[in-house]
């Protein structure tokens, strides 16, 4: 069976999901403010961009996820749940969602595709009823350590191996998965189309957020 792929970020939410619940966990935690603070610094933002677009690194998000480290599986996931009612589900994309429950009463095989952390993927994919795969958070005894066991940012192609019928996403990055799609919906900033219209794909429309 062929698969319709919907990425998270940016796609079905207006959020990186991964930043928005670590900005929601640590909202009193100051040393984790003036981290972020520093994160959004211009400077490092383009020092940020360099080495992941050398080494397909985030260094914030692997500064950032540390500060899951001693946490058990269940308090994130307690938390996760809370960060869904309180912020996620009013960050809907509302016709990207329409798109996916359309697809779902048509029986067609939907996964969700992201680079966000497992523990909040899972909850949107309970959200709808449907199998994702997501970068994956380490554990020791059920306890986070604060790392990635493995990370999807900028590889998704590499997770996937059925043929797929769909793709819908906003990520630049995902250009490989949209180009053996058989159909594609690109969820596109303005200043993104003209990137989008010059790469030549088939059978893809764009939907402007």
Sequence with gaps: MKINIFDICGTMYDSNTTFDFLDYMFLENKRYQIMRKMSKII???IVNKIIFQAFNIDLFRIVFLRYLKGMT???LENKVN????KVLEFKKIDDVILLLNKIKKEDKKIILVSA??????????????????SSKLSFDKEICLGTLEYDLLGKKDSYIKEDIELV?????SDLNLIRVSKKSVIISKKKNIKF?????????RIMEV
């Design 196 to 204: 989008w219209n010059e790469q030549k794909l088939c059978n893809y």
């Design 43 to 45: 400077f490092f933002k």
């Design 168 to 172: 819908v996403t906003d990520n630049i």
């Design 116 to 133: 966000t952390i497992d523990i909040i993927a899972q909850r949107i994919a309970k959200e709808f009823s449907l199998d994702f795969i």
């Design 73 to 75: 599986r269940k308090e």
């Design 82 to 85: 809370d960060f869904y009612k």
